[in-house]
């Protein structure tokens, strides 16, 4: 367990049993008026902002993360004001603070493929969850990547709305994480591994329906760059 972590004894009861180490969940970490906050600006943020893939859509804050180093772009307020809120758990090393926010919409039935954060980012991910639930599904990396594509999940946790997620450690490099393309999910005591530490009471078998989410993957890129303009 990362030492920073340990000594924070919100984070440290957030902890999630039986899972390989090490994932934290915070229910109600942000509050109904910050929702709202956040899903306004997304929603008004100017159109070039917003990059269209085949199943979703997306935005960078901070800059577009690259191999050879990402030109650092500046936070709005608005969102700096989350990314501190992160900090302030103490998660990250002092010299490593975030500096990039990936948000994802999600509207119902659209999910992600299994992947994993990779070396781009320093290997602590954190994410708020707006708008809707999600299950997030974990699937132990494999040599092969078509074999990963094709077996089922081994768990996975229920992320509600206003919730934050830590993932570290063996979770971060040697499992896949993804989101299932449908509409409604059907909780499974024994296969969502957080449940204890949800906001909500939820039952065997109980069916969700899901709206449209916001995610805001809240991470740190250690290779940035300056942009320098030459005239």
């Known amino acids: 367990m990362d030492e920073n972590i340990g000594e924070n004894i919100l984070i440290a009861g957030n902890l999630i049993p039986k899972t390989p180490p090490v994932a934290y969940y915070i ?36 800059g577009i993360p690259h191999p050879k180093g990402m030109i650092a772009e500046q936070i709005p307020n608005w969102l700096q004001k989350y990314m501190d809120k992160v900090s302030s758990l103490e998660i990250f090393e002092r010299k490593i603070q975030p500096n990039h926010v990936l948000i994802n919409e999600y509207i119902p039935g659209q999910g992600i493929m299994g992947h994993s954060d990779g070396p781009l980012f320093h290997p ?4 708020i969850s707006c708008g809707s639930h999600t ?20 768990f996975a946790f229920l992320l509600e709305r206003k919730s934050l997620l830590i993932l570290q450690e063996e979770l971060y490099h040697n499992y896949l994480h993804s989101i299932s393309e449908r509409k409604v999910d ?28 916001l995610s805001l993957t809240i991470r740190h890129v250690p290779k940035t760059s300056k942009l320098k303009l030459k005239f």
């Open 135 to 154: 299950f997030l599904e974990f699937t132990r990396r494999l040599d092969t990547s078509e074999e990963e594509r094709n077996i089922n999940p081994e």
């Open 124 to 127: 602590i991910v954190t994410t």
């Open 27 to 62: 229910p109600n970490f942000i509050t109904d008026e910050e929702e709202a906050e956040i899903i306004k600006h997304v929603k008004n943020a100017p159109q070039p902002k917003w990059t269209q893939l085949s199943h979703r859509r997306l935005q960078n804050w901070g």
């Open 186 to 213: 059907v909780v499974s005591v024994e296969n969502i591994r957080n449940l204890d530490l949800c906001s909500l009471k939820y039952t065997d078998g109980e069916i969700l329906e899901r709206k449209t989410r």
